[in-house]
């Protein structure tokens, strides 16, 4: 595709449920980013994921969180049990290789926990 | 620990003038660093990469420069636009193994006209 895209754009929700999150990026990118950005703040490193690699998951916040990516292609983070301090733009990003490249975003998806 | 420390909240600078963001680290020893554009409700937009062996770098009305001793980049927009108003982000690589991207909290630019 033409860029990194996400979905939803906006997701409310109720505290206490489940989320899932998708992130499509550029085709060909083996690397793939998760951040989290709460109000006037800057990113929080999530996860990621390169190729066949193990994911570094040191970002995650607890253990409600979680990330699938297939392949070099769509991944999904699952937030369980939200919490309204889960409230936050979620955003994706890919890059062709791990770190050396700049990374390209996607829109984000703005969570809210009521 | 480590940190980044980006110069100010907010900067409000008048149109044609020249903008300067500040970008100040510790505890890093990056490989790179790197400038992002942020417009609400938008993802980061990368600017421009600046190596550690690099002094400045230039990109059109934008140019970036790199003190590993002072631990301190400057962003420089020249003949600034109202267009240029936005938040910019500084991010690092590090050097140390943990090569993990780290983003500054941004500086929210407003170019007045």
């Known amino acids: 595709g033409a860029g990194v895209s996400q979905s939803p754009s906006n997701k409310v929700t109720e505290k206490g449920k489940d989320v899932e999150l998708r992130c499509d990026p550029i085709?060909?990118?083996?690397?793939l980013y998760w951040y989290r950005q709460r109000l006037g703040q800057g990113l929080e490193f999530l996860i990621y994921?390169?190729?066949?690699?193990?994911?570094?998951k040191s970002g995650l916040p607890s253990d409600r969180f979680s990330a699938e990516r297939t392949g070099e292609s769509v991944s999904t983070l699952t937030i369980q049990r939200t919490q309204q301090e889960d409230s936050a733009v979620y955003l994706c990003?890919?890059?062709?290789?791990?770190?050396?490249?700049?990374?390209?975003f996607g829109p984000g998806t703005r969570l809210t926990v009521l | 620990s480590q940190k980044i420390e980006q110069n100010s909240e907010a900067l409000n600078i008048q149109e044609g003038k020249t903008a300067t963001l500040t970008c100040n680290y510790t505890?890093?020893?990056?490989?790179?660093l790197q400038w992002y554009r942020q417009d609400p409700g938008r993802g980061p937009v990368f600017l421009l990469l600046?190596?550690?062996?690099?002094k400045e770098k230039r990109k059109e009305r934008l140019k970036v420069t790199f003190d590993t001793t002072l631990k301190q980049s400057l962003f420089h927009i020249t003949a600034s636009q109202p267009a240029d108003s936005a938040t910019y982000l500084c991010?690092?690589?590090?050097?140390?193994?943990?090569?993990?991207?780290?983003f500054g909290t941004g500086t929210r630019l407003t170019i007045i006209p």
């Open positions: 600046i190596r550690e062996n690099e």
């Open positions: 990003a890919s890059s062709p290789t791990v770190h050396t490249d700049t990374q390209y």
């Open positions: 085709s060909g990118h083996t690397a």
């Open positions: 994921f390169q190729g066949n690699s193990a994911p570094d």
């Open positions: 505890n890093y020893s990056p490989a790179y």
């Open positions: 991010a690092l690589e590090s050097n140390f193994g943990n090569e993990k991207l780290t």
